[in-house]
């Protein structure tokens, strides 16, 4: 169990600190200390080499103590900048992903797209990467661990609009590949999602079923939520009080309608993230 932790958003669309780039994409820093061991992992890399270039040079951030990457998912505002955050780690470490991650993968509207990894598997073994693409959870350390492949039990949540190929045809991608990071402190679970393609809701009783806990802390990352209709809003919202956690932490994708929702029904234990932001736990 995690007796401190520290969340450093590299990555974001949202405007925060002074000389911060935004970008459409997630990377933060997630550093995790238990006794006299802290282990940072970086999860996600952002969209390109440029913007986790810079925002790391502004913030002064030291990637080189960094012991493993934790990929969300396959969609390049999340690992377009992982090869030059490897030359940046400088030694080998696990790159931990999901085995759909570098899936062909496209968005038909409002027309075609390539949305999935710019490089193969072997570009990240060359440049220093181990790749660990596991579809069940993988144990990072004591109190850190990936939730493997979400189960999908809400209606209401549904991965649409993204597409792959499989056996010679293009078919739904249903992001199988989407999954989170799960962190157990003192103080109850903290559950970290890049896009939350399987459902927020999802991902939180899914935590909760790995860890036979039900205290949930915090909820931080994207929610996906940015393109959702009224109705799917209000359900995650009222789904999300079920858990009561003391802190909401939305970004990235999960819009700004939800968000306001999210801090109507809050109040003070949402604080949306941003670029540069910093947050202790």
């Known amino acids: 169990m995690a007796a401190g932790l ?3 958003v590299i990555v974001d669309d949202s405007r925060g600190s002074k000389g911060l780039e935004p970008r459409h994409g997630l990377s933060i820093l997630v550093e995790s200390r238990s006794g006299s061991v802290t282990t940072p992992v970086l999860m996600d890399a952002g969209p390109d080499p440029e913007t986790i270039a ?3 040079r502004a913030m002064n951030a030291d990637l080189r103590k960094v012991d493993a990457i934790f990929l969300s998912h396959g ?3 999340h690992i377009g900048g992982l090869l030059y955050a490897l030359g940046m780690i400088g030694k080998p470490v696990p790159v931990i992903a999901h085995p759909k991650a570098f899936s062909p993968k496209f968005v038909l509207s409002p027309k075609m797209r390539a949305v999935g990894s710019p490089f193969r598997v072997s570009e990240i073994e060359a440049k220093g990467g181990v790749p660990l693409l596991a579809s069940n959870p993988v144990r990072i350390a004591k109190g850190i661990m ?3 492949e979400v189960v999908r039990g809400t209606g209401f949540e549904k991965a649409e609009g993204f597409w ?3 056996n010679e045809r293009l ?3 249903r992001l ?3 999954q ?3 962190l157990e402190s003192e103080k109850g679970l903290v559950i970290l999602t890049g896009c939350a393609h399987s459902g927020i809701v999802n991902v939180v009783k899914h935590a909760e079923t790995l860890t036979s806990r039900k205290n949930v802390h915090a909820v931080i990352g994207g929610f996906h939520l940015s393109k959702a209709g009224k109705e799917r809003i209000e359900r995650t919202v009222s789904e999300l009080t079920r858990f009561n956690p003391r802190l909401i932490a939305p970004c990235h994708c999960s819009g700004t309608k939800a968000t306001r929702e999210f801090v109507k029904k809050f109040g003070k234990r949402c604080k949306p993230l941003h670029v540069g932001d910093v947050v202790d736990l």
Request: aromatic share 0%; charged share 40%; no cysteine.
């Open 164 to 166: 792959t190929i499989e």
């Open 176 to 178: 199988l590949d989407d």
């Open 6 to 8: 520290r969340l450093t």
């Open 171 to 173: 078919v739904e991608d």
């Open 75 to 77: 969609h390049r505002d």
């Open 54 to 56: 810079r925002n790391v």
């Open 146 to 148: 990936t939730s493997g």
């Open 180 to 182: 989170a990071l799960i």
